[in-house]
């Protein structure tokens, strides 16, 4: 039985129960307008009202439902449960109130941040990480270039492309790719200019030389860069003669010069031609004629040597009586042991051996034997035997003071 107290603040604040119907009505259509335009029957505009079944609340209940019309705000249902009287709850956020009827959807998990441009540890196997990674690549590329620029430090590299610029197309220049770093040498730095011309534009001649000069391997020392393009100049030339003052111009702590005659080094092929090669000596570039590459009777050098590769050489002569121009002559052949030495051993006059034709001149015709010799032997009378034809010699002379043999082609294997 509830108190007087109870009951003058229902009369106060509680309507009569036609109030209620009418009020009841009135909601329930407004809810299935608001339904039929929004489309969706699960989500109302406004929130129903309690039906008959729970109409006998508390007085608490009762004192909130009415303040809640007073006030104009709607209300929401709890999830329905058998058995269970449902509970209005304003909700004063959420815009146009509409609410889902299984209650208010949970808060969306808070999402964390992440930074993309900081970079992944790299958990190393020993104390110290010996693998780099692309970063670590990167700048050490750059920091090799910025101690050439500024201490003059030599690299090397390989020419791998030679440009032309778009604007003018008489100046040429060599490409070298260190990282992910271009590095171009104008030609002007990257070639030494001929004595002569032959009549031909300079420009032409640079970029041909600089062309048979790709694949060799050159060093160099850069002059500028530019890290937003990533792109730097170097000059070859310049790296050269650094080169010449260490080994050709200073001396030891006995004053010998570290290069002299009769002591072998290696060099680089730089360039390839048909007649010889010319090979970088410790920042000289020398020529190495035909005749100076082996014991055998070549006929073109480009068969034998390609730029870019390091071959052992022997220093006949240096000449440094201009600081400014030395020169120097070596020798491909005379760097190892002369093969017929101990080749001519294996022959011995008036037996029959086999091998191959090496070269066809107006001496005859010289053939390959075992060991890296030449036999030369005559005119067959049958006709001359075409290069690498498979031939069959009888030794007619060996001369071991020098070095020389020679026969007559017996028989000549037919091509199948």
Known sequence: MPTKKNTTLEEAVQPDESEVSRTE????????????????????????????????????????????????????????????????????????????????EPAAPRRTRTRSDRASPVLSIDDQRTVETD????????LDLLESQKSGKILSGTIQGVERAD??????????????????????????????????????????????????EVDYIVKGIDTAENIAAASRLEAMRAKRRQYYLA???????????????????????????????????????????????????????QPGQRILVKILSVDRSDRDHIRVTASVKQAGENPYEKALRRYSVGNR????????????????????????????????????????????????DSNRIWGAITHIATAR
Request: aromatic residues 6%; charged residues 30%.
């Open 25 to 104: 009505t009135n909601l329930e259509t407004e809810d299935r307008n608001d339904s039929e335009l929004s489309g969706n029957s699960g989500i109302n505009a406004q929130t129903d009202l309690e039906p008959e079944s729970d109409k006998e609340n508390s007085s608490e209940d009762t004192e909130e439902a009415a303040v809640s019309e007073a006030s104009g705000q709607t209300d929401t249902e709890t999830e329905k449960k058998p058995g269970t009287r449902r509970r209005k709850t304003a909700d004063p956020v959420s815009e146009n109130n509409n609410i889902s009827p299984e209650g208010p």
């Open 251 to 305: 001396t030891d702590r006995d004053g010998n010069n570290l290069i002299y005659s009769d002591i072998c080094a290696e060099a680089r092929v730089v360039s390839v031609i048909r007649a010889g090669v010319f090979v970088e000596l410790f920042g000289l570039e020398v020529y190495i004629p035909l005749r100076e590459l082996s014991y055998q009777r070549w006929l073109d050098a480009s068969g034998h040597f």
């Open 167 to 216: 604007d003018h197309n008489a100046h040429s220049m060599a490409v070298i790719y260190h990282g992910e770093y271009k590095v171009i040498i104008p030609a002007e730095e990257a070639v030494e200019p001929p004595e002569d011309y032959r009549g031909m534009p300079p420009q032409d001649v640079l970029h041909y030389m600089l062309t048979k000069r790709l694949g060799a």
């Open 135 to 142: 970063a670590d690549k990167a700048r050490n590329d750059l």
């Open 353 to 400: 051996y086999v091998g191959t034709v090496s070269m066809v001149d107006t001496n005859g015709v010289f053939v390959a034997l075992d060991g890296g010799i030449d036999c030369l032997c005559s005119y067959p009378k049958r006709g001359r035997p075409p290069r690498g034809a498979r031939v069959t010699v009888r030794i007619l002379g060996i001369n071991h």
